[in-house]
């Protein structure tokens, strides 16, 4: 988007080929900001869902909202 700031996003499946109704996709959308040359600041919100849940009674969609503080060494 700019210098200083960035989309990350991201589609992940996980195909179950012998039972399709048991698959899995998980969906990531994070925004980046650069503090400075060695420090980011990201917070991403990640939705999975689970067609066919291994718990009985689980919901098929979860969500969470996840807040990260990167450095970098090298």
Known sequence: L???LSYVGGL???LNVE???ASRFVFDNALRSTLSDSFKVE???RFMYE????VPGAKKL???L????LYSVI
């Open 12 to 14: 992940e499946g996980f």
């Open 51 to 54: 067609a066919r849940p291994v």
């Open 19 to 21: 039972e399709p109704g």
């Open 43 to 45: 917070v991403k919100a």
């Open 2 to 4: 700019h210098d200083y």
């Open 66 to 69: 996840i807040l990260s503080l």
């Open 62 to 64: 979860d969500t969470a």
